[in-house]
């Protein structure tokens, strides 16, 4: 006898259910993972990370720590995303909500800045892993330097739209901007973190209000929240990235 459809939905249904609940579940616990292998990673660097330390950490087996990555390399890849994108949703994505130019360039930096504060004490995934991985070639490194350009060439645009918008002067560098803006905060963590220098944020905010005056425009300086005749201005590299403008 034909089996009806009734049935035949009825006998499949919880298996699905079933079956959905388990990749919950197992991605749940890949999350947790991350996240512990996260906390150990600013605190030992991602080389340092192991499955048996997770293994420790999470009250797990081995293998069931394995299981979710398949390789050591995998786990420490899975970390670089995961900081890459609380990066991204504590420094970046704020900042959008800001007008094109100065206020989202300096909105930027402001986020940049208060997340550096934090990670002098807990660490920064993308500099110690510069230094682990800087001459190791491999998906690790490769994972690192593509999340940094990322920011980078964000950091990239908001300077070329500052110059289109007239905040900076017409024939304004912007790589230059970039690399001297990612420069305040590499002396910052060497600054504060290493050698553990008084007034080292201070002294980076000051830096950063020194080169926006340098670069600006007297009209951005009376007033950069106000709008700025556009001016003619040279084509400048604009790098391509999937992330919003």
Excluded at 189 to 194: G, K, Q, T
Aim: net charge neutral.
């Amino acid at each position: 006898m034909p089996v009806s459809s009734p049935s035949v939905k009825s006998s499949r249904s919880p298996q699905g259910k079933g079956a959905s609940k388990s990749a919950q579940k197992g991605q749940q616990t890949k999350a947790a993972i991350v996240e512990a292998a996260l906390g150990l990673a600013t605190q030992i660097g991602l080389e340092g990370l192991s499955i048996g330390a997770l293994a420790e950490v999470m009250h797990m087996s081995k293998s069931g720590v394995f299981a979710h990555f398949g390789s050591r390399e995998e786990l420490q890849i899975s970390v670089v995303r995961e900081y890459h994108v609380r990066f991204e949703e504590e420094v970046f994505f704020p900042a959008l909500h800001q007008p094109r130019g100065l206020p989202r360039l300096h909105a930027m930096f402001d986020n940049w800045m208060n997340r550096t504060s934090v990670e002098i004490d807990s660490g920064c995934i993308y500099i110690s892993g510069a230094v682990e991985f800087d001459d190791r070639p491999g998906p690790v490194r490769d994972a690192l330097a593509d999340s940094v350009r990322t920011w980078l060439e964000a950091m990239h645009r908001a300077v070329v739209q500052a110059t289109e918008a007239g905040h900076f002067h017409q024939h304004t560098d912007a790589h230059q901007v970039v690399f001297e803006v990612h420069g305040l905060i590499l002396a910052l963590h060497y600054e504060a973190r290493f050698l553990k220098t008084p007034g080292s944020i201070a002294r980076a905010k000051t830096a950063f209000a020194n080169m926006m005056a340098r670069y600006g425009s007297s009209a951005a300086l009376a007033s950069p929240d106000a709008p700025v005749p556009q001016k003619a201005s040279p084509t400048l590299p604009n790098p391509s990235s999937s992330k919003p403008t």
